[in-house]
Each structure stands twice: as C-alpha cells, then as structure tokens.
C-alpha cells in the first residue's frame, strides 16, 4: 500500500463522494473510483458501502482509516520535519484566508515578498472553509476564528470593531433609520447562515423583522459588496467599510464583539526562512492599518 492510495481513500472517507474528493485531490472522479476499486481488490475487501448519503466506510473499512490516519499523521511530520530547517528564500507557501481579506489585505501584504524574493512562490486560495494545517492543507491561514489545536502557532494581527454602515447612495435616497423605528422603511443586509438557522436577528443592537431582510450572503466580502451596490443596512468591521467607502449609520453604535484576525502556522515550520517573511510581511501590512478613521 503506498501513500498515494491512502490520500484518495482519505479524500473519498471525508469528502463523501467521487467528485469531491477528486476536486480535493486535483483528478477526475473517474480517476478516484479507479484507485479505489483497485485499493480493494489488492486487499480482497470492500472498503466503502455507495448509499444515497454518499460513501460510508465498510468494517474493513474502519480498520483500514485508523491505520491510513497514522500513516497521514507520518507522512505529514515527515516533511515539516525536513521543511522546519530550511533556510532557503525559495519554495512554495500556500495561504488559505478569505476572499474579503485576500483581496484588501494579503494581496497588498504579497507584494513586498514579490519584489524581495522572487524565488518564493505562493499558492493563495480563498475560501470560507477552515483548513487543517496538521494534514497540510495549506502552510499559513488567515482566520476570523481562533484555533485551539496546541501544535498551531497563533498570532493576532488585528481587532477591529464592527459599525453599522450603508452606501452614501442608500442614505441619500432613504435617509438614515431612527433608532427608535426598528428600521421600518429600510432594508437589511445580513449574514444567511444566521438567517437560516431561524436565528433572531440583530443589527446595530436592536431586534429586526425578517420582512425588512434584502439579502442575505455568507461572506463579508459580499456583505461590503452588496452595501456598496445600495441593497441596504448591515454591519461591517469598521477598516474594511473604509476600504469601500461606505457611510456610517449611527456612529456612536459599536458592536459587543469585535471583527478578530489571526494568522495560524504549524509550530514545525516557525524556523523555515520562506514562511517567516511571508509571515512577516503580512503581520507589518496589517500593523499599518492598525489605525482608522471613523466613515
């Protein structure tokens, strides 16, 4: 059994289906169907059961995931252990962040490593998924949420507080909402994931009906999107309405919780010199936007 196989087994046991893992893994679905039909038959077992949920894992199957999680978990040491010592300027770094703070953040962060190391080259992919740094999914991560996983090193790059923000097109054409009126006459911009889990709804601290709900999206990058096209009211972090030139509603109103970013990397990696100024780099941008205006 080589370690190529165990990757597609993994990639159908946690994805669920041929055409996931086969996006997972960069093939076709034809391609991992194939590997496994052969795994299974140079084992003489059948390792997963097709149902209408997806692919469920057989007996066999169950014992072959513990040993293929350790062979992973091996596989995975191996390389950081041998990557850690690299004090090469050169090399291959994959960052997974949004798309919202890719696009205003990392991007422009990436272009002092551009210039100064050329022979560096990064790999960025947005995403709304919360990647595993253990299993090498990607080398650094820029989360919303912080990580508990005691092998990850944690940095926090910003906390910025969150207002209540429309287009200067929406306000001029609506006026801004009384606060006493629950935002009759306006209309709400929020995130769908609360919305569809039946959620109560709260913006800019009071309690709204979803009737005066627009739109719902599940990125902040499409919140600031979507304000800026003047479809309604929402909350955003305060630097980045700046950056899309948003109007403050209520400027005395702040929310209770704050917009937190951190960066995340395997602790085997803190001594390897092409994550290090990736690193860097990105931590200097975001201490230079420490400091913001009021919209």
């Known amino acids: 059994m080589n370690w190529d196989d165990t990757k597609v087994f993994l990639a159908l046991y946690r994805k669920g289906s041929l055409r996931s893992a086969g996006k997972a893994l960069g093939v076709d679905q034809a391609t991992v169907g194939r590997r496994i039909s052969a795994v299974e038959e140079s084992l003489g077992a059948k390792l997963f059961l097709r149902t209408s949920k997806g692919y469920v894992l057989t007996q066999a199957g169950d014992v072959f995931l513990k040993n293929a999680v350790k062979m992973e978990h091996i596989a995975s040491d191996l390389v950081r252990s041998v990557e850690s010592i690299d004090e090469q300027y050169a090399g291959e770094v994959r960052i997974s962040t949004t798309d919202s703070l890719g696009v205003d953040f990392i991007l422009p962060a990436l272009r002092t490593v551009k210039d100064r190391y050329p022979s560096i080259k990064i790999t960025l992919d947005t995403?709304?998924?919360?990647?595993?740094?253990?299993?090498?999914?990607?080398?650094?991560?820029i989360r919303t949420v912080k990580p508990s996983n005691p092998d990850l090193i944690v940095r926090k790059l910003a906390s910025?507080?969150?207002?209540?923000?429309?287009?200067?097109?929406?306000?001029?054409?609506?006026?801004?909402?009384?606060?006493?009126?629950?935002?009759?006459?306006?209309?709400?911009?929020?995130?769908?994931?609360?919305?569809?889990?039946?959620?109560?709804?709260?913006?800019?601290?009071?309690?709204?009906?979803?009737?005066?709900?627009?739109?719902?999206?599940?990125?902040?990058?499409?919140?600031?999107?979507?304000?800026?096209?003047?479809?309604?009211?929402?909350?955003?972090?305060?630097?980045?309405?700046?950056?899309?030139?948003?109007?403050?509603?209520?400027?005395?109103?702040?929310?209770?919780?704050?917009?937190?970013?951190?960066?995340?990397?395997?602790?085997?990696?803190?001594?390897?010199?092409r994550l290090r100024v990736v690193i860097d780099s990105i931590a200097d941008f975001f201490e230079s936007m420490s400091t913001f205006k009021n919209a």
């Open 160 to 273: 910025w507080p969150i207002g209540l923000f429309a287009s200067k097109t929406y306000i001029s054409q609506h006026g801004v909402p009384k606060k006493d009126e629950s935002f009759h006459d306006h209309s709400l911009v929020v995130y769908s994931p609360h919305y569809q889990r039946g959620e109560t709804i709260h913006i800019g601290g009071i309690i709204c009906e979803k009737s005066i709900i627009q739109l719902g999206v599940n990125t902040s990058f499409m919140m600031r999107q979507a304000l800026v096209q003047g479809m309604g009211i929402g909350e955003v972090a305060i630097p980045l309405a700046e950056k899309s030139k948003l109007k403050r509603v209520w400027p005395d109103w702040t929310a209770s919780d704050a917009y937190d970013i951190w960066l995340v990397t395997h602790q085997d990696f803190k001594h390897t010199a």
């Open 127 to 141: 995403s709304t998924d919360i990647v595993n740094l253990s299993r090498r999914e990607a080398d650094i991560a």
